[in-house]
Nanobody, 121 residues
Framework: QVQLVESGGGLVQAGGSLRLSCGAS????????MGWFRQPPGKEREFVAR????????SYADSVKGRFTISKDNAKNTVYLQMNSLQPEDTAVYYC??????????????WGQGTQVTVSS
């Protein structure tokens, strides 16, 4: 079992930056692939970024590539999502996820409660 708690969401103007954090407790953090998903208003949840167990491999949705960076600190049991050049279309509830599989899939084993990110134009 692992519990995930996101923080760092908020309201930001277009072009601004935010850093989301996701703290994990309850199990061995380094054994989980981690990632971020988001759910825009009125839309389905979508993949944003994933990172491997060691933190050595990452991948991103095309819509955020070059603007968002995912990182993982196994010593602090925390995964981060640095979001730069935010646009109104990035407005969503952002969810942290953990997966026991080698690569985080579309249905991870554990989810956080979500944190709201709102980008104003």
């Amino acid at each position: 079992q692992v519990q995930l708690v996101e923080s760092g969401g908020g309201l930001v103007q277009a072009g601004g930056s935010l850093r989301l954090s996701c703290g994990a407790s309850g199990s061995t953090f380094s054994t989980y692939a981690m990632g971020w998903f988001r759910q825009p208003p009125g839309k389905e949840r979508e993949f944003v970024a994933r990172i491997s167990r060691s933190g050595g491999s990452t991948s991103y949705a095309d819509s955020v590539k070059g603007r968002f960076t995912i990182s993982k600190d196994n010593a602090k049991n925390t995964v981060y999502l640095q979001m730069n050049s935010l646009q109104p279309e990035d407005t969503a509830v952002y969810y942290c996820a953990a997966d026991r599989r080698v690569v985080l899939g579309t249905s991870p084993d554990y989810w956080g409660q979500g944190t709201q990110v709102t980008v104003s134009s």
